[in-house]
């Protein structure tokens, strides 16, 4: 049985809860939250926090399963197949609108003549390689990638400074707090994302009491890690281009890239940024990967390289279905907000409290 | 037409049991070598070979006992025997206290405890034992027709001496290096560790070769796992030959399939006691100077030695260099295709006016252009390695520069990709392992093609598919890039990356999980 040290858990947390986050956060928190959208990205991410801690907490009751199986344990064999068929399809269905994502980002920015599949297939070989390779071996490319992501960002934001206008951020919360408010309610689908993956990576955790804490600094770290980031990129976004501009840009963080410059002789290197985001998306397609192939076996007993080849498949044709553009994005944030949000910030707290309520009653 | 048919089958089908098993000549000796040990039969299995000499003799004792003795003519060392066993037995022994004393029944061990001065004696019982020790270089005697021998090691044959290894050069530090013979290695060794707790474990593999092996490793320093690990590896081999160190590599290597070596390997008995005080396991296998090392990590192949030698900056600047430069081996030619291609808008304006302008009238594209070049560097490299150094160096130089050059004045390569493909060859002479050399030439190839059909999503597809590659690799249990993934934080910051001054070496690299101080004790 493959396992992961408390630190990988905390870099893979990071990384998954990060995915590609990066490049569509700021369009959505300026939107619902205008100039002060800002101040709603850490919030917004924190909300995943009690949400962990209820996984986590489940872990410590029933070792070595994942969410799906203790649903089955606390809720009955046909309730459970029911909640993992919903997380199969919505994991496998936002997979490959993130595959689709990968090509759509690619064609957009630096290469808008090269076929859009071959960047599908690129990025689906690099996902089935990671998958094939294991939990452990996904947990050490998340050690590799995420440090690379955060000085990619880091370059992005630091590069940018020269062209900020503080004027943009002015008034500071003109609106009082429900532009926050209403900004973190739309960042935390990204946050439920993560659970929907710790759901099903809890077989691989270690159990052990010291262990179980580390784990729970381990979510606290990754969160507030990846909420400051996140926080910076939409912050440099408002400052740079200005609210509107960057609610009308999905990816601002494309052109940003596109615009850095150093010493007006070093130019044009988002194509650089991009193998960073590649690397980014690779994180976040296999992490969801994962979540159906743990989803196909623990419900319906699927295993193996021909399942993997069939989710390849099925990635593939959501991957082609929503081509490109606007409408990639509004689908996108449609599951983030009608299916993943709901979803688990429904699942999660049932199961804890059954759980909760069984272990008072003293019921087995 | 079905004689024809039948005749066809008969000499095409062999009868399955006939196809199962190719038998080797060793399997023949099988039954000899089963039988209680006598002179006579080993005279006979061995007598043909005319390297192997006998020599009869007699002792006069209580009783007249007939010797015999045998040994490999050139593998030993014949004033040994002479001085040790000749002159003792024939000449020395009519003065002797025992010898009235000496009988059939009793003359192995009278003559081993008090008759022969020598150091090296052992007694025998087996068949097997006898023809090994022979063949190995030793001296056997036999006394009549008992079943006892004794081994008498006085092996001694022309050998290389200890010199400084070529592939492992260095400014500062020991000149010393391996040599053919195993027991000279060992003590070169045993002069690096002048400890107990070294463990020099002796093994034969090869069943027609014999050939002899050590493994060595300091004792409650390295992994016990690790150490049984690499026995349970050397045990599952069943050749007939082991002609060097090649052929254990491949047989115990984690995953066979791979470009990157999962083995290290060392000339130096510096290095190899460095790396034994690191927890790591040695394998010396008798007529190679190379010996191996396990478990291997991938930084370890581009740090050298003399890191350690020098002091803790220069080390630093020097591995920075070596990283460099097996990143600019591994990628200039394919981030070269990829921005000429794809990504000009990276490069500043008149940089990209000199390169168009260099590309004026080359009739090939830049994948083609560089794919030519570094198949040329390629022949050069290789027809140069194998020639005597005047002309490897000659041939070098008639590449790089003529063949360059005219290349160039023909309008064949441009002057930029030539500069390139230099910087690359001269950059994978930076990497100071042979091994991770010849991997990264190997993954050099699909990386062009990639930047040649996809720019940097090509590269960067590439590049992950090798991380996924290497993070999934294993050297006997050790993750392959440990301590980057999984991270070892004082690991990676003491000797990794940088080498950390000497004082601040406290602990040793952390292999497996338990991490030792350097004193040997939990500091």
């Given at each position: ?6 630190h ?21 928190a ?8 800002w ?5 917004g ?7 962990s ?5 489940l ?9 799906l199986q ?7 064999k046909?309730?459970?197949?029911c909640?993992?068929?919903?997380y ?12 689709s ?5 690619y064609e957009?920015?630096?290469m ?7 960047f ?6 690099l ?13 050490r ?5 995420f ?13 940018s ?12 919360l ?13 960042i ?31 979510v ?26 960057v609610n009308?840009l ?18 044009g ?8 985001w590649?690397?980014?998306s690779v ?13 196909l076996?623990t419900v ?5 390289v021909?399942w ?30 009608y ?26 | 037409?079905?004689?024809w ?10 009868p399955k ?8 000549p ?20 061995l007598?043909?070979?005319s ?10 004792g ?8 045998a ?15 000749l002159?003792?037995?024939?000449v020395?022994l009519?003065?002797h ?10 003359v192995v ?17 087996k ?30 044959w ?14 500062k ?13 060992t ?11 070294l463990r020099i ?11 002899d ?23 599952t081999?069943k ?25 290290a ?11 034994l ?14 010996v ?18 020098q002091r ?6 020097s ?5 460099l430069?097996?990143?600019?081996a ?6 070269y ?5 794809f990504?000009q ?12 302008v260099?590309?004026?009238?080359v ?9 030519t070049?570094?198949v ?21 130089i008639?590449g ?12 064949l ?6 500069i390139m493909i ?8 930076a ?10 030439r190997?993954?050099?190839f ?13 590269v ?13 690799l ?13 991270l070892?934080i004082?690991a990676l910051l003491?000797d ?10 406290k ?15 939990k500091?």
């Open positions: 049985m493959e396992r992961i040290s408390t990988q858990f905390m870099t893979l947390g990071a990384a998954v809860l990060m995915g590609t986050t990066f490049l569509p956060v700021a369009s959505i300026t939107g619902a939250g205008g100039r002060d959208g101040m709603s990205v850490l919030p991410f924190a909300m995943v926090i009690p949400y801690l209820m996984v986590l907490s872990l410590a009751q029933y070792p070595n399963k994942n969410l203790i649903s089955e344990a606390l809720l009955g046909w309730i459970g197949k909640i993992g068929v919903i199969i399809s919505i994991t496998g269905y936002f997979g490959g609108l993130l595959l994502q990968c090509g759509d980002i957009r920015s630096i808008p003549l090269t076929p859009l599949w071959l599908y297939l690129g990025g689906l070989l996902v089935f390689y990671t998958v094939s390779s294991g939990v452990e071996v996904f947990a490319f998340s050690e590799i990638v440090p690379m992501i955060v000085i990619a960002l880091v370059l992005n934001i630091g590069l400074i020269p062209r900020m206008e503080q004027g943009e951020l002015l008034p500071i003109s609106e009082g707090l429900k532009p926050i408010f209403s900004g973190a309610f739309k935390m689908p990204f946050a439920m994302e993560y659970i929907l993956f710790l759901a099903g990576i809890l077989t691989f955790l270690p159990n052990s009491k010291k262990e179980l804490a580390q784990l729970k600094n381990g606290w770290r990754a969160v507030f890690l990846v909420g400051i980031l996140d926080m910076l990129v939409v912050l440099i976004q408002i400052l740079v281009f200005g609210p509107e501009e009308r999905v990816y601002g963080l494309l052109v940003l890239g596109k615009i850095v410059e150093i010493s007006r002789t070093v130019s290197v988002e194509s650089l940024f991009m193998g960073v590649l690397g980014a994180v976040k397609i296999s992490a969801f990967f994962f979540t159906v192939t743990w989803g076996e319906f007993g699927f295993k193996g021909k993997n080849l069939a989710v390849c498949a099925v990635f593939l044709g959501i991957a082609f279905g929503f081509v490109r553009g606007h409408s990639l994005f509004v689908e996108i944030t449609l599951v983030d907000d299916l993943i949000l709901p979803f688990a910030s429904v699942w999660i707290p049932i199961l804890w409290g059954v759980s909760r309520w069984k272990k008072g009653a003293g019921v087995q | 037409m079905r004689s048919l039948k005749m066809i089958k008969e000499l095409t089908i062999r049991g006939e196809r199962q098993i190719r038998k080797s060793s399997y023949s000796f099988d039954e000899d070598m089963k039988k209680p040990l006598s002179g006579i039969k080993v005279k006979e299995i007598g043909s070979s390297d192997v000499v006998f020599r009869e003799f007699f002792i006069e209580k009783e007249r006992i007939p010797c015999l003795l040994a490999v003519d050139g593998m030993v060392d014949k004033n040994q025997l002479d001085q040790f066993i002159k003792p037995l024939m020395d009519a003065g206290s025992e010898v009235t004393q000496l009988t059939l029944a009793n061990d009278r003559t081993l405890q008090s008759i022969l001065p020598g150091l090296e004696f052992k007694k025998i019982t068949m097997e034992e006898a023809i090994n020790a022979i063949l190995s270089g030793d001296a056997v005697i036999f006394f009549g027709d008992t079943t006892e021998a004794l081994v008498f090691g006085a092996r001694g022309p050998s290389r001496g200890v010199a400084e290894p070529i592939t492992e050069s260095i400014v530090g020991p000149r010393e290096g391996f040599s053919e013979t195993l027991r000279t290695n003590s070169l060794l045993r002069r690096k560790i002048k400890h107990p707790s474990i002796s093994l034969k593999l090869g069943n027609l070769t014999n050939t092996l050590v493994v060595t490793y300091i004792d409650k320093v390295a992994s016990p796992d690790i150490v049984a690990e690499v026995f349970r590896r050397l045990g081999i050749m007939d030959s082991m002609l060097g160190n090649g052929y254990i590599e491949e047989m115990i290597e984690d995953n066979p399939y791979s470009p990157f070596p999962q083995i390997f060392t000339e130096r008995p510096d290095v190899l006691a460095g790396k005080l690191e927890g790591k396991v040695g394998i010396i296998v008798d007529g190679t100077p190379i191996l090392v396990v478990p291997a990590i991938m930084t370890q192949f581009l740090n050298v030695n003399e890191d350690y030698y803790a900056m220069v080390a630093v600047l591995r920075f260099v070596r990283y430069g097996a990143f600019v591994m990628l200039a030619p394919s981030i295709i990829a921005v000429t291609t990504h808008e990276i490069i500043p304006t008149d940089l990209l006016m000199s390169i168009s260099g590309r004026q009238g009739p090939l594209p830049a994948l083609l252009e560089a794919l070049m570094t040329v560097l390629e022949i050069l490299q290789e027809a140069g390695l194998r020639l005597p150094k005047p002309i490897g160096q000659t041939i070098g008639v790089a520069l003529i063949i360059g050059d005219a290349a160039v004045k023909a309008g390569v441009t002057p930029l990709m030539v230099g910087l690359t060859a001269v950059a994978s002479y990497i100071p392992t042979f091994d991770l050399g010849l991997a990264v190997i993954i050099r699909p990386f062009m093609v990639l930047a040649g059909f996809l720019g940097f999503f090509g960067s597809v590439g590049l992950y598919v090798v991380t996924i590659h290497l993070l999934s294993r050297s006997f249990g050790v993750p392959y890039l440990s301590p980057i993934a999984p070892r004082r003491q990794t990356f940088v080498r950390a001054p000497w004082w601040a070496l602990r040793r690299p952390q292999l497996i999980d338990v991490e030792e101080p350097r004193s040997g004790k500091g």
